[in-house]
């Protein structure tokens, strides 16, 4: 009997390590107002780059997003930046309204590290916790 669950068990743990694997996760979106962004989604709005600690990263100015997500920026006095672990960071308008205020989708090397995720919001001359990584939503608050 004991050889017998030993065999069971054998096969059981060979059938489990041969199944295919389930996908990981779904495509990382970045939620602003009703609409839900891809990196592609965020390509297809226009590209430009901005430099972070001696980083070049490529994304769309916050304007842009904004704009196609159907806010109007001009309407708007804050912007907060959600990350997945839930850390914020908030902008004002001197600052969100920059030409060089990105959320990034890479950088000019390729694709984000992990350590960014999938999105990144980059404003350059701004120190370290106001350019979160692993964006998940933009909040406009008027």
């Known amino acids: 009997m004991k050889r ?12 489990t390590a041969c199944a295919p694997k389930a996908e ?22 226009g590209e430009t780059q901005a430099d972070f600690q001696g980083i070049t990263y490529v994304g769309v100015p916050l304007t842009v997003l904004l704009q196609d997500a159907g806010i109007d920026p001009t309407a708007v006095t804050v912007v907060k930046a959600v990350a997945s672990d839930g850390f914020t960071a908030n902008y004002e ?6 030409e060089d205020t ?6 000019v090397d390729g694709p984000l590290g992990e350590e960014d995720g999938s999105f ?11 350019n979160p990584r692993d964006l998940v939503e933009i909040i406009a608050i008027p």
């Open 4 to 15: 017998f669950l030993l065999v069971t068990l054998l096969i059981a743990l060979t059938l």
């Open 24 to 45: 990981e996760s779904a495509a990382a979106v970045l939620k602003v107002a009703d609409k839900t962004y891809t990196p592609d989604d965020l390509k297809s709005l």
């Open 93 to 98: 308008s001197t600052l969100f309204s920059r």
């Open 102 to 107: 990105l959320v990034a989708y890479a950088t």
């Open 120 to 130: 990144r919001m980059v404003l350059p001359d701004q120190e370290g916790k106001m």
